[in-house]
């Protein structure tokens, strides 16, 4: 090779790692799934019901909203074991969608009373009839475990 | 007496006008007899017949499963709810009768929200794991059944019982005795057919119908029929005519 062949080829650049955005059934379809969402219930998706049993949880108050019992028979009333629900029963604590009390010497929980709350929780559950909605929300569950 | 009238036509009948007020009644029979039914038209009939809002705690099935079954007799306890005159709490043995045992408990504080006069609790059966102690359990139950008096409830109390047809041996922590009243609910088969029997066996302090009355679980609820006429051995769950047993027994001699 001379000296005007090696100046006629390009230079030699390393190939650009693809933009995982650009990749089908990546970032641009997670973008897509969740923009035409309404953006109240992304938000108690991304923020609060976050988890698959947060969801069983929070599914699980709704349609039975006057439970007051302990994380053991909670945890029975929805088939998992308590070990299994602590951290998420907690989680919800803390986002004030569950109330915690003490009962003599028992741990209660119950659905909050905040009407708010109540109602995101209500649209939530109301959304999450519609099959195309629980695609999307299992979508994003199933990203936020990995 | 100041009566609480069950609103099944033959059953208050039966009671002489109804229950005793702020009293325990015991309501046991086996599986699909009708005693969450005739819980939940107790407490349907005293919100709308008496102005008398309710309360159902209940420690197996889910209260969507009330809703439901509600619906199928014409009953709203969606909107019974939203109207503060029911609730129906999913909880456990051990959470009511601690939360009623101590001082504002979160059941405590929904009697009061909504003024509760009735309670429907389904079902006694599930103390008996709160302990293997006879003693010790009779003792619970007499203390959670005083509970729902101090809070002005008059109580309606099911428990199962295992057999199908047929008399059953008392538990010993029979609770029976700590109740005011006691309805026994039973299959009857007559003539290869299954018909059910109610039977008021107790109501302290007061008269009540002797005999076993039939009843249908219709689209209304609970309708309490006629007695069972020229049959004995009803509670048997195998009654015989009678003119069959006086002459069986005579022919046996």
């Known amino acids: 090779m001379n000296d005007s062949e090696s100046h006629s080829l390009p230079e030699w650049q390393p190939a650009q790692p693809r933009k995982r955005s650009s990749l089908p059934g990546t970032g641009d379809l997670s973008r897509r799934l969740m923009d035409d969402m309404d953006p109240e219930v992304l938000e108690f998706l991304k923020t609060t019901v976050n988890s698959f049993i947060k969801w069983d949880l929070v599914i ?45 010497t028992l741990t209660v929980y119950a659905l909050t009373k905040d009407a708010q709350i109540r109602e995101k929780i209500k649209h939530f559950v109301s959304a999450s009839d519609d099959r195309q909605f629980r695609v999307k929300a299992i979508y994003h569950l199933i990203r936020g475990t990995r | 007496m100041e009566r609480v009238k069950t609103g099944i036509s033959g059953l208050d009948e039966m009671l002489d006008g109804g229950f005793l007020g702020q009293s325990a009644n015991l309501v046991e029979g086996a599986p699909g007899t009708g005693k969450s039914t005739l819980g939940m038209q107790f407490i349907h009939s005293g919100i709308m017949q008496f102005n008398q809002p309710g309360l159902i705690l209940t420690f197996e099935e889910f209260a969507q499963q009330y809703y439901d079954d509600a619906t199928n007799f014409g009953w709203d306890f969606r909107a019974l709810e939203q109207a503060n005159k029911l609730r129906v709490i999913m909880t456990s043995p051990e959470v009511s009768y601690s939360d009623l045992g101590g001082v504002d408990g979160r059941i405590q504080t929904m009697i009061k929200e909504i003024g509760a006069q009735r309670i429907l609790v389904d079902s006694l059966s599930h103390f008996d794991r709160l302990s293997e102690d006879p003693v010790a359990l009779r003792g619970i139950l007499y203390g959670f059944i005083n509970s729902l008096k101090r809070e002005g409830l008059t109580s309606l109390l099911t428990r199962e019982s295992g057999a199908l047809i047929g008399e059953l041996e008392s538990p010993e922590e029979d609770v029976a005795f700590v109740a005011d009243s006691y309805l026994m609910l039973r299959y009857v088969e007559i003539e290869s057919a299954i018909r059910k029997a109610l039977l008021v066996l107790k109501l302290r302090g007061s008269d009540h119908a002797k005999d076993i009355r039939q009843y249908e679980i219709t689209r209304n609820g609970i309708e309490v029929q006629s007695k069972f006429e020229g049959r004995e051995g009803i509670m048997s769950g195998s009654p015989r005519r009678m003119a069959d047993s006086f002459v069986e027994a005579f022919v046996r001699r």
């Open chain 1, 60 to 104: 699980f108050f709704f349609e039975n909203p006057h439970t007051t019992d302990t994380i053991d028979n909670i945890a029975r009333y929805i088939g998992r074991d308590a070990a299994v629900i602590k951290l998420d029963l907690e989680d919800l604590v803390r986002a004030q969608v569950l109330e915690q009390h003490a009962s003599g």
